[in-house]
């Protein structure tokens, strides 16, 4: 069966998905471990999109509504999922030691990371009034924005800075890693910021800061 489905060119993280699902069935179903030992498909590691600097300031300068222009500013700058970002509550950010207390984050764990000083007074003010309970993104019906309303800010922010790469609301995580790493941060204080749980992971973005080695020029030129 699986083989029918690789023969058909399924990728490999669909035929996973129903071997994990046949696996599950001999398990509870028939108490089995027959299975067990069938191996998973390997998955290609593509690179992760990443966008540079000067694109991402175009970006954020492309945004007039306040709101939306503080929701990719705190993504970027320190390293949200979409699922974070919306989730984030005003209790969450603690401004006088620059840090995001991220809770029930991906695999049910906590994490910490790090909040921009560049956003401090721009946070402060549009916190003013509010209420400690309060997701910071909240929805003009009450509640909390929905994660297609977040991408579709940032589709539409791309879409007025004019950057032509297939960028995704993800690939801001991806620019902050990737610009952490050129700036020299160590690459276990990036995965304690990502939540990663190995460090294989984020070593996949040292191959992409890597890319960037074509624009150093030798001293001879």
Do not use: C, W
Not at 3 to 12: F, R, V, W
Not at 57 to 78: D, F, Q, V
Not at 125 to 150: H, I, P, Q, W
Not at 195 to 210: F, P
């Amino acid at each position: 069966y699986l083989l029918q489905k690789q023969d058909k060119g399924q990728a490999p993280q669909t035929i996973n998905l129903h071997l994990n699902a046949i696996k599950y069935f001999y398990r509870e179903v028939f108490k089995s471990n027959n299975v067990i030992s069938l191996k998973f498909a390997k998955t290609s590691k593509k690179l992760p999109v990443v966008l540079s600097r000067s694109e991402i300031e175009k970006i954020i300068n492309s945004i007039e509504n306040r709101k939306h222009k503080l929701l990719i500013s705190l993504s970027y700058g320190a390293g949200l999922r979409v699922s974070e970002a919306i989730n984030l509550k005003i209790k969450d950010i603690n401004s006088e030691e620059l840090t995001i207390h991220l809770k029930n984050a991906k695999g049910s764990r906590d994490r910490i990371t790090i909040f921009p000083e560049k956003l401090k007074a721009d946070l402060h003010e549009f916190f003013a009034l509010r209420n400690m309970n309060d997701y910071v993104f909240a929805s003009e019906r009450g509640g909390k924005l929905t994660e297609r309303t977040a991408q579709k800010i940032f589709e539409i922010a791309m879409k007025k800075a004019k950057i032509g790469k297939d960028a995704t609301f993800h690939s801001l995580r991806h620019s902050f890693a990737t610009h952490l790493l050129e700036n020299g941060v160590d690459i276990r204080y990036v995965q304690e910021l990502l939540g990663h749980q190995n460090i294989r992971t984020t070593q996949l973005y040292t191959k992409v800061t890597n890319l960037n080695i074509r624009k150093i020029k030798s001293p001879l030129s």
